[in-house]
């Protein structure tokens, strides 16, 4: 899976399935965590976010989960659309940190009829 | 609201050649940033403003400068343009606190950047 220095590059499923994109984080300080999409061309749009006193939180069709005790976030994307067919980014804030979100380096999600 | 816009969209410089990148945001956001985006990779920060007339290095600042002389837009300049800065370009900005997203960032369209 993904992680904020390591990724996995794509990940491909078929059309109404679930997706699982998966993102490894490393600072135990990072308080804040949010998902996004990028399509093509197009600048990245939000999707989910998750603040650390939280372990799941879920939105339409998209469920994010935290483990901060192994430092692990994971996007679900329930029935797998063409649509979402994009670069998932997940990006983590540290507390103090003036804002200053970290990406990673992005997985490419590729839905197939 | 138009929310997060940049000009240009696609620009071709030559080695040495100098521009700048406007971005502007309609939604009176305090904190706006510069990304660079290189193929197969995250963004990363280049600088970041958290209000007019204030600017500050991310972690990738050099060759570039900003500035924030209002608050709606931020400017990212290339002094001397070369060819490793050839890049997509991402302005953002979010609110300072709060909000129904909490910290999110807002993304304008990119601008793409070849230095030959």
């Known amino acids: 899976g993904e992680s904020v220095g390591l990724h996995l590059p794509t990940l491909s499923v078929q059309e109404g399935d679930n997706s699982i994109i998966n993102c490894a984080y490393s600072?135990?300080?990072?308080?804040?965590f949010i998902w996004y999409k990028q399509e093509s061309g197009k600048g990245p749009q939000f999707i989910i976010d998750?603040?650390?006193?939280?372990d799941k939180r879920q939105g339409q069709r998209v469920t994010v989960l935290l483990n901060k005790t192994v430092k692990h976030l994971s996007l679900q994307i329930a029935a797998t659309q063409p649509g979402d067919s994009a670069v998932y980014f997940c990006?983590?804030?540290?507390?103090?940190?003036?804002?200053?979100?970290?990406f990673g380096s992005g997985t490419q999600l590729t839905v197939l009829p | 609201n138009a929310g997060v816009t940049q000009t240009p969209k696609f620009r071709v410089l030559k080695t040495g050649q100098s521009m700048t990148l406007l971005c502007a945001q309609d939604m009176n956001h305090e904190y706006m940033y510069w990304y660079r985006q290189d193929p197969g990779m995250g963004l990363r920060l280049i600088h970041y403003?958290?209000?007019?007339?204030?600017?500050a290095k991310g972690e990738v600042p050099d060759g570039y400068n900003v500035s924030r002389l209002k608050k709606q837009n931020f400017l990212l300049g290339l002094e001397s343009a070369a060819p490793s800065q050839t890049s997509v370009y991402f302005c953002?900005?979010?609110?300072?606190?709060?909000?129904?997203?909490?910290?999110?960032?807002?993304f304008g369209p990119g601008t793409r950047l070849t230095v030959t």
């Open positions: 953002a900005s979010s609110l300072v606190e709060g909000g129904r997203h909490g910290y999110e960032q807002y």
């Open positions: 403003s958290v209000g007019e007339g204030t600017t």
């Open positions: 600072n135990s300080a990072s308080d804040y």
């Open positions: 990006a983590e804030l540290t507390s103090g940190s003036a804002r200053q979100l970290t």
């Open positions: 998750i603040r650390s006193n939280m």
